[in-house]
């Protein structure tokens, strides 16, 4: 593994945490890994103490958003030590979203040796209790400063670590999500396929208007017909119908290709399910809750690992989805993946990468 430079802490950030009441994305780590893109290049890299930066008024990030992220985690096994689930795939996710922003590659290796020595600093941040984990919050953004629409010449790749408990507060139980029938989160030759910021930012209106009617979040529709389904803002969406797990297809080039999603569909495969990856419209979803055939509706996302759906509202009609309880597949999906992620079941696919506390 690779050793990166580290500036150490006077003093931990430890006292600061909530560990009772953890949340998501709340509480920060004593570290963060800092490289600078200059003169062609990125720099070697350092790890130093998390905290405030320094950043002019005319930073182009701020002006013309030109920023990416990623989102993962680091697991503690019964051995003591740190499972990281597939971290090369979102290695190889912020090289193609940096492409989509023009923000230059980061090498893979170094990416992950990075994030293996900085969770080994911030090892006492990671929580034990079920369903806990450290979110690994990688962001990579524009540093140049100046005023014109243009790449930035210079950017800043930066990980930070956060203690985390589940995304939703709802935890494992089926959330409400609202069908947005107002807004549109991408179209086609657009960034809904890339991690970047502006996919975010256009979500916020609505989100906050569906949690203000009592909903968790939102699922997107197709920005053009607003016919096909999409995806929810922080996951993927599924569905069972009809015995046949539905997922809509990468090819839109609207969604962000999920790591939980890809690992989902490789264990439906490996245990049998007929899958399909195809195009499918709230109509179909609509006329399955007729017919009594949708079975199941759940999310799927690093940051909720799977979040089943007990209730969809399109136009003012709402569709309760197994009773508001979760499903078995979708029970099946999280014990398989959050089994693998503890070390509590057989890495049969080769996904964890374990750090040696020491």
Not at 264 to 292: P, Q, Y
Request: proline fraction near 5%.
């Amino acid at each position: 593994m690779r050793k990166f430079e580290i500036i150490r802490r006077e003093k931990s950030r430890m006292d600061t945490i909530k560990w009772d009441n953890l949340g998501f994305g709340l509480y920060f780590s004593d570290y963060m890994f800092v490289s600078d893109y200059k003169d062609g290049k990125w720099d070697d890299g350092k790890i130093m103490p998390y905290g405030p930066m320094q950043i002019e008024p005319t930073n182009c990030t701020l002006h013309y958003g030109q920023s990416i992220f990623e989102g993962m985690k680091a697991f503690p096994n019964k051995q003591g030590n740190i499972n990281l689930f597939r971290p090369y795939m979102n290695a190889r996710r912020l090289n193609r979203s940096a492409r989509r922003v023009c923000i230059p590659s980061f090498d893979e290796d170094t990416f992950v040796d990075a994030i293996k020595q900085l969770v080994k600093l911030d090892y006492d941040f990671i929580p034990k209790k079920p369903g806990t984990a450290l979110y690994i919050r990688p962001v990579a953004f524009g540093i140049s400063n100046f005023l014109g629409v243009h790449p930035s010449k210079d950017y800043r790749l930066m990980i930070m670590t956060s203690p985390v408990a589940s995304y939703y507060p709802e935890g494992l139980n089926p959330v409400r999500i609202l069908i947005s029938t107002k807004y549109v989160r991408a179209v086609p030759g657009g960034t809904g396929s890339a991690k970047t910021a502006a996919n975010y930012a256009a979500s916020l209106l609505a989100g906050k208007e569906a949690k203000e009617q009592g909903f968790s979040q939102v699922l997107w529709l197709d920005g053009v017909n607003r016919t096909l389904v999409d995806e929810v803002g922080a996951m993927n969406i599924m569905f069972v119908i009809n015995d046949e797990l539905i997922t809509p297809s990468l090819e839109s080039g609207t969604i962000l290709a999920g790591i939980t999603r890809d690992s989902v569909l490789k264990i439906a495969f490996d245990h049998g399910l007929k899958v399909s990856e195809r195009a499918i419209t709230i109509d179909e979803v609509l006329e399955a809750n007729k017919k009594g055939t949708l079975q199941e509706c759940f999310g799927t996302g690093t940051a909720a690992v799977i979040s089943p759906v007990g209730l969809l509202s399109y136009n003012n009609e709402e569709i309760v989805i197994n009773d508001m309880k979760i499903g078995p597949i979708a029970q099946m999906f999280y014990d398989k993946i959050t089994g693998i992620q503890y070390g509590e079941l057989d890495d049969e696919y080769d996904w964890i990468i374990t750090v040696e506390k020491d």
